[in-house]
C-alpha cells in the first residue's frame, strides 16, 4: 500500500543541428570518470570558471530534470538537467536555462565519446534562443566571445590530474 510519487517523464530537448558554440577536446581518462566529473555538481568548482558558487541538493543524485543554481557576480541562474540525443556509446550530459540574462533559452551539452579504454573526446555545444533583436546583437558584440573564452578556460581545468585527484 506504499504510495510512491512517479517519475516525472522528460523527453530528449531538440535543438539545432549546428550549434551557437562548439569546442572539442581530448582527454587521456576514462569516459565514464570524466563524465563523473563533468555531471557531478561536487565537482563542478574544480574546472568551471566565473562562478561564485553552485548551490544543489547535496543529498541528490544529478539526473534528468535534476534542479541547480549557478552564483555569478549575485545573478543566480536556475538551470535543470537535460540530454538530447546522440550516438549509442557516448556519454551525454546536459543543461538548459531560462534565467540566463542574455537568451531566453539557454543549452550547454557535454558529449563524451570513448576512444579506448583511458581515452576520450569531448565535444561541448552551446545553443541559445533569443526572441528579442536587441538581445540578438549585444550577444553579436559581447556575449559570444566572452562565452567562448569561459568555455576555453573551463576545458582547460579539465585535466587528467584535476580529475583524477578527486573522481576514484
Same mark, same amino acid.
Given at each position: 500500500?506504499?504510495?510512491?510519487?512517479? @517519475?516525472?517523464?522528460?523527453?530528449?530537448?531538440?535543438?539545432?543541428?549546428?550549434?551557437?558554440?562548439?569546442?572539442?577536446?581530448?582527454?587521456?581518462?576514462?569516459?565514464?570518470?570524466?563524465?563523473?566529473?563533468?555531471?557531478? @555538481?561536487?565537482?563542478?568548482?574544480?574546472?568551471?570558471?566565473?562562478?561564485?558558487?553552485?548551490?544543489?541538493?547535496? &543529498?541528490?543524485? &544529478?539526473?534528468?530534470?535534476?534542479?541547480?543554481?549557478?552564483?555569478?557576480?549575485?545573478?543566480?541562474?536556475? @538551470?535543470?538537467?537535460?540530454?538530447?540525443?546522440?550516438?549509442?556509446?557516448?556519454?551525454?550530459?546536459?543543461?538548459?536555462?531560462?534565467?540566463?540574462?542574455?537568451?531566453?533559452?539557454?543549452?550547454?551539452?557535454?558529449?563524451?565519446?570513448?576512444?579506448?579504454?583511458?581515452?576520450? &573526446?569531448?565535444?561541448?555545444?552551446?545553443?541559445?534562443?533569443?526572441?528579442?533583436?536587441?538581445?540578438?546583437?549585444?550577444?553579436?558584440?559581447?556575449?559570444?566571445?566572452?562565452?567562448?573564452?569561459?568555455?576555453?578556460?573551463?576545458?582547460?581545468?579539465? &585535466?587528467?590530474?584535476?580529475?583524477?585527484?578527486?573522481?576514484?
Amino acid at each position: 500500500k506504499l504510495q510512491l510519487k512517479p @517519475f516525472r517523464a522528460f523527453e530528449k530537448v531538440n535543438v539545432p543541428e549546428i550549434a551557437n558554440l562548439e569546442n572539442h577536446k581530448t582527454i587521456p581518462i576514462a569516459a565514464e570518470i570524466l563524465f563523473e566529473f563533468i555531471s557531478n @555538481f561536487k565537482y563542478r568548482h574544480h574546472w568551471v570558471t566565473g562562478a561564485d558558487k553552485f548551490e544543489y541538493d547535496a &543529498n541528490e543524485i &544529478n539526473r534528468l530534470g535534476t534542479e541547480h543554481i549557478c552564483v555569478i557576480k549575485e545573478k543566480h541562474l536556475d @538551470f535543470v538537467t537535460v540530454v538530447k540525443e546522440v550516438k549509442k556509446g557516448q556519454l551525454i550530459y546536459g543543461e538548459s536555462s531560462k534565467s540566463s540574462p542574455f537568451a531566453d533559452t539557454f543549452y550547454q551539452f557535454y558529449t563524451i565519446t570513448p576512444t579506448s579504454i583511458n581515452s576520450c &573526446n569531448l565535444k561541448i555545444e552551446t545553443y541559445w534562443q533569443v526572441k528579442s533583436p536587441l538581445k540578438k546583437l549585444f550577444i553579436f558584440l559581447f556575449i559570444k566571445k566572452a562565452l567562448q573564452k569561459r568555455i576555453l578556460d573551463s576545458l582547460s581545468h579539465l &585535466n587528467v590530474t584535476e580529475i583524477s585527484t578527486h573522481v576514484s
